[in-house]
């Protein structure tokens, strides 16, 4: 059983290679066509399910953005991913009573929706002398089964954050809804460009507008045309999420 995991993952290396020759290819394409250079857009792998040998795999080819989606599958991959090449973002939604297992660990939550969740990223940040980078997540699509403060209460939610210590706020993160209309999806990342643009153009304390993350497998070239700065690609790099049986 043991060797025949170990050929499977090795397959799954053998193919990251692959997927990420082509996968970078379409994001210098996609940044080009948005005037921009491929080297202007950070690729982070969305690596939930993957095992830790195909992760550090990926790191060795220089994927240096990785983002986990549940804290217990990083608390279990933590100590084993080659933490020294890469940075660490957890990029899932997040319960307040899980914002201790994260701070002082990852280089950024990506998912920061409430004055409630900032307060005790604060708090912890504080009692354990680091500052938490964050990025403020926008239910862009108003969906009701998706996390992610509503587009009208983003500049409160700011404004809330920007006085709270060891906290820094460092851009916007969104999952818009599945779209068969490719223009309607550019719609929804059109508006969260223009929201992003609007906050940086501020230049408020506290808050740095460098990444605007938006764009997954199916429709990361789509972001980048409107605006995306960071895409968190998963499937199209590592293939389909293969879920441990229960």
Partial sequence: ??????????????????????????????????????????????T???????????????????????????????DRLERDKCRVHFIGHLQTNKVKNLVGRVDMIQSVDSVRLAKEI????????????????????????????LPEALEDLLGEIT??????VCGLMAIPPICEETERLRNYFSLMAEYFVDIKRKKSDNVAMEYLSMGMSGDFEEAILCGANMVRVGSSLFGRRQYPAR
């Fill in 122 to 149: 604060s708090r912890l940040s504080v009692q354990r002398g680091v500052n938490t980078r964050v990025l403020l997540e926008v239910n862009i699509g108003r969906e009701e089964n998706k996390s992610g403060v």
């Fill in 48 to 78: 939930k399910t993957v095992p830790v040998e195909v992760i550090n795999h990926a790191i060795r080819l220089g994927v240096d953005f990785i983002g986990e989606n549940r804290v217990q599958e990083l608390e279990e991959k933590y």
């Fill in 1 to 46: 059983m043991t060797e025949k995991l170990s050929e499977e993952r090795m397959a799954r290396c053998r193919a990251v290679e692959e997927n990420l020759a082509d996968i970078r290819a379409r994001i210098a394409r996609a940044a080009e066509a948005s005037g921009r250079k491929a080297e202007d857009i950070t690729l982070l792998a969305a």
């Fill in 163 to 168: 006085g709270m210590p060891a906290i820094s």
